[in-house]
């Protein structure tokens, strides 16, 4: 198991590019980079600057990388497919110029799932013609990613139309591995029920790309109990620094090891900008234990 780390705007709450809350990415470059990391993410696109020249110099004045870009894009809503696939298009042409190699898929958080975020036994679930038109638009994404040799990586996400593990298991029977890779992320997966290392197990040789996440037991619980829904629990701080939460990392690193997984990992923590919650520092204690309870093992 060799691993690199990186972490992502979104521990900083850039979910969206034009939210005022955001703090600005020149503070989070300079965080990201202060707390010991050596690459970042793209975040929403539009979020960093784009202009190639001035992202590359920014990156390096910083010493970090650019590790993926994430396409968080209405994936079921088959009329959005022609958005979807010019806003592929232009974030795989920055990921390309900026040597980054992999693009995250993630169907955005919609109502009525984002209401129904881990209630895996009630949710709401597309029927088979408009599951069939995600897939079709989720082959295009992977055929666009290739023109660029870039690896698409779909991510299962708490509050979308690919949540839980029957969703999960579906999209990997009708996406081919050559069209789509997957990213595990581990507080995504507890979230929706399932358990991160037999996800990995069952899909080590199409897991390209891993998210370090973590949840806070105690709301997890509860915003399952009262149906709460997914933004309101971030702002519940349901996700918490590493090594914090539930999740099993001791069980996840010897999974890793089992499955020999070599690459990168990107921590995240999503918040809420407008809680003004000190990101770096959580950032920090995250990579802290990443570097005891993980690479050190």
């Not at 390309?96 to 169907?107: T, W």
């Not at 709401?124 to 994404?141: I, K, S």
């Not at 029920?193 to 509860?222: S, W």
Request: charged content about 25%; hydrophobic content about 35%; proline content about 5%.
């Amino acid at each position: 198991m060799e691993l690199k780390i990186a972490n992502a705007p979104c521990s900083w709450g850039i979910e969206f590019a034009d939210n005022p809350a955001n703090p600005t990415w020149q503070t989070v470059l300079d965080e990201i980079s202060g707390a010991g990391y050596g690459a970042t993410e793209l975040g929403p696109l539009g979020y960093l600057p784009t202009e190639p020249s001035t992202l590359q110099s920014e990156l390096a004045s910083r010493e970090l990388g650019l590790v993926a870009g994430t396409l968080f894009v209405h994936l079921h809503k088959p009329e959005a497919r022609d958005a979807i696939y010019e806003t592929t298009h232009k974030t795989c042409e920055i990921l390309k110029q900026q040597g980054a190699s992999y693009l995250v898929v993630i169907d955005h958080v919609s109502s009525p799932r984002t209401d129904q975020a881990g209630q895996v036994d009630t949710a709401t679930r597309l029927t088979d013609e408009q599951w069939d038109a995600m897939m079709e638009t989720l082959r295009g994404v992977g055929k666009i990613c290739a023109e660029y040799g870039i690896t698409p990586t779909l991510h299962a996400h708490a509050g979308t139309y690919i949540e839980y593990r029957d969703e999960l298991d579906k999209a990997m029977r009708d996406l081919p591995p050559e069209l789509m890779s997957l990213c595990v992320d581990t507080g995504h997966c507890v979230y929706a029920g399932m358990d991160p290392c037999d996800v990995l197990r069952t899909y080590k040789d199409r897991v390209k790309y891993l998210h370090f996440k973590d949840i806070n037991a105690e709301v997890h619980a509860q915003s399952i109990a009262k149906d709460t829904d997914f933004y309101t629990a971030i702002g519940n701080n349901i996700f918490c620094p590493l090594g914090q939460g539930c999740v099993d990392f001791d069980a996840v690193r010897q999974t890793l090891h089992e499955i020999d997984f070599k690459g990168w990992v990107t921590v995240e923590q999503d918040t809420d900008p407008a809680a003004k919650s000190d990101a770096k520092t959580d950032a920090e204690k995250s990579r802290a234990f990443i570097e005891k309870a993980v690479l050190a093992s």
